[in-house]
Nanobody, 120 residues
């Protein structure tokens, strides 16, 4: 019913930047919180950043000052601008959204993930 499609991952050198995008599609009335999570090899998935539909943001301590989350409600899209990337930022990045369907149903939806590799 609702799909999240991520893009923007890739290989970048330490100190570089990437911008991730996640677009939601389907019978969406509105979307509450949206966020980015990541999972490094051999580790558990962890929160990176979240943003409410009002624009309030929350960041993991490890990315504060380097990453910026934003959203375009008209496009049902959330972004993650990642600057000053470090090798420890290497992970698969997942988008998550809490859409409200036109039917009134609430959902929690995950994207398929996009790989970010930070290496020289």
């Amino acid at each position: 019913q609702v799909q999240l499609v991520e893009s923007g991952g890739g290989l970048v050198q330490p100190g570089g930047s990437l911008r991730l995008s996640c677009a939601a599609s389907g019978s969406i009335f509105s979307i509450n919180a949206m966020g980015w999570y990541r999972q490094a090899p051999g580790k558990q998935r962890e929160l990176v950043a979240t943003i409410t539909n009002g624009g309030s943001t929350n960041y993991a301590d490890s990315v504060k000052g380097r990453f910026t989350i934003s959203r375009d409600n008209a496009k049902n899209t959330v972004y993650l601008q990642m600057n000053s990337l470090k090798p420890e930022d290497t992970a698969v990045y997942y988008c998550k959204a809490h859409p409200i369907l036109a039917s009134g149903r609430y959902l929690e939806v995950w994207g398929q993930g996009t790989l970010v590799t930070v290496s020289s």
